[in-house]
């Protein structure tokens, strides 16, 4: 079984950054295969960005050249670090690893 826990989200400015950060535990022992979804209040989940099985990253339309995708092997951890932030990115975003998901954590881009 697989356990992801989120952190690291937060109020933050339009043309502010967060990262946030993943860690995962249990029967993981790669990055590859993790990735970022959100999702807004009345939409769908979306894909944010991923590390698929072969360490290649994929990004959301709407998220790339703002946001990066980036892992660290020893710590399980993966991060995203999001720059440039619209109203628009304003979900809940939520880490996820095959079947497993994250509790979520929410980020908020307002004045």
């Known amino acids: 079984q697989v356990q992801l826990v989120e952190s690291g989200g937060g109020l933050v400015q339009p043309g502010g950054s967060l990262r946030l950060s993943c860690v995962a535990s249990g029967r993981i022992f790669s990055i590859n295969g993790l990735g970022w979804y959100r999702q807004a209040p009345g939409k769908v989940r979306e894909l944010v960005a991923r590390?698929?099985?072969?360490?290649?990253?994929y990004y959301g339309d709407s998220v790339k050249g703002r946001f990066t995708i980036s892992g660290d092997i020893a710590k399980r951890t993966v991060y995203l670090q999001m720059n440039s932030l619209k109203p628009e990115d304003t979900a809940v975003y939520y880490c996820n690893w095959d079947l497993a998901w994250g509790q979520g954590t929410q980020v908020t881009v307002s004045s």
């Open positions: 590390i698929d099985s072969g360490g290649s990253t």
